[in-house]
């Protein structure tokens, strides 16, 4: 009888970590299509990707070009007026949920519940979750630090995400872009200057 249960616990291990780990969708986007034109090759979005490891969502962004190393120094010389560099994935858990606020100016609404960004402000480089859901009560957005990773080569960004922050959801859409900010975050003067179509990702 012991030999039995360890055979069906066995199984039942097998089954789940055969099914946690379903979720890969892959987006390809164009080269050369960005929207302003002094936008760089490090903000062009080629490809972006969500696979789901276990409790962990891994949202990687391929680029045209390698981050520069040193990142650029800001507020760029040319345009003279960015101060900072994004490069993220939006995911809207709730299709009948629109939300006013933060990371938009004030007043500005979004279907999307979460944003994951690398952000560079000139000084540094970090990664973060923002949960918008608070902002439906008139609390400021929540925001968490995750841990992200850029490859050897410097053109693909990895955002870990623990699926518990975004509510766990049992499908959402999600998007990706590359922008840059001539104030704070939460400010007006957000330009996107890529962005690639969104993808249904049901784990
Ligand atoms: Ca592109
Ligand atoms: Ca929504």
Redesign the pocket.
């Known amino acids: 009888m012991p030999r039995k249960i360890s055979s069906f616990i066995l199984v039942s291990l097998l089954f789940f970590s055969i099914s946690s780990v379903e979720a890969t969708v892959t987006i390809t986007d164009p080269v050369g299509d960005l929207r302003f034109s002094f936008g760089q090759g490090y903000q062009d979005l080629t490809e972006y990707s969500i696979d789901l490891q276990g409790d962990t969502y891994i949202f990687e962004l391929v680029l045209a070009e390698p981050l520069p190393s040193p990142l650029p120094v800001l507020p760029q010389t040319v345009p003279p007026f960015i101060k900072q560099l994004r490069w993220g994935v939006s995911i809207?858990?709730?299709?009948?949920?629109?939300?006013r606020g933060y990371p938009f100016a004030r007043g500005i609404a979004g279907?999307?519940?979460y944003f994951a960004f690398l952000r560079w402000d000139g000084e540094s480089l970090f990664a973060e979750l923002i949960n918008r859901l608070p902002l439906l009560d008139g609390l400021p957005a929540e925001i968490t630090p995750i841990n992200y990773e850029i490859n050897s080569s410097r053109d693909t960004i990895q955002l870990m995400v623990d699926a518990n922050l975004i509510g766990n959801p049992s499908q959402f859409i999600c998007g990706a872009a590359a922008a840059g900010d001539a104030g704070r975050q939460g400010s007006m003067g957000n330009f996107l200057v890529d962005f690639a179509h969104g993808a249904v990702v049901s784990p």
């Open positions: 809207n858990t709730d299709p009948d949920l629109v939300i279907p999307m519940e």
